[in-house]
């Protein structure tokens, strides 16, 4: 590289890096202070971001060629709720939990040390109960049957339903009946497409502490 070259390219640099108001961003630290964007575009999509969006109108230069009345960087959809970039989900759609996704991560073939590890983290309340006796009736009843004898409608062209509420069944533990809910066993599914972990946990606390209990 000539010296004329090199010159040229410490003034640029000198130029670049002395613009800046020392002062106002003293105490900023250089990744809050983005300074000058060369190319706002790249940081600013036109196109809608699912997961990100601008909702300030005033936010960026307005360009006059572009003339829908907003700044450069508004980037939202005023036609959705909330002005939200994402469609809302199909009606229906299960959510996984209150606090977000959480996977169940112990495998279908370690139902033993599920059975022994797990708890069951939610109180043993009426309400708890109403509710997993409701999804009972709903997600296991037509197999179990409503006194959860094996005995469902199902059963019948099925064959070979589990009898929850006599026998060995009796002695299994919350966390047994929350993976074979979760995993499914033998020739029962899974159901975790179908109830969220809460809703898993009120059916397990169901079984255990009601209907199991008043046979
Ligand atoms: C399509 C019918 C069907 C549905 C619906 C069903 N199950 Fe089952 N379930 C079975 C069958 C069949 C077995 C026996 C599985 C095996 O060992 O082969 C079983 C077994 C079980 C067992 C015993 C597991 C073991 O360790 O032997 C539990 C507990 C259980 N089911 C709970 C539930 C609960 C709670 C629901 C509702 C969320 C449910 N099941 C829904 C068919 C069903």
Redesign the pocket.
Known sequence: MSITKNISLIIAGAIMFSCTDQEKFKNIGIHENTRWEFAPNMYHSKAYEPLTQITDENQGVFISSDDDGVGEYYNSNPHNPHQMNMRVPAEGTIKRTKNGFMPYHIPKDS?SYAAKVLVNPLENSPKNLADGEL??AK??A???GAEGK?D?P??KP?????N?AEGQ?KT?SMG??FH??SNG?????S?AS??DQEE?WK??LY?KNKLQVSQ
């Open positions: 139902l999804l009972y997600f296991c037509h197999c179990h094996g469902g199902v059963n099925f064959k070979g339903v589990a929850l069944l299994i047994h009946v074979v809910i066993k033998g020739r029962m599914l159901h179908q109830l898993r059916v397990a079984v």
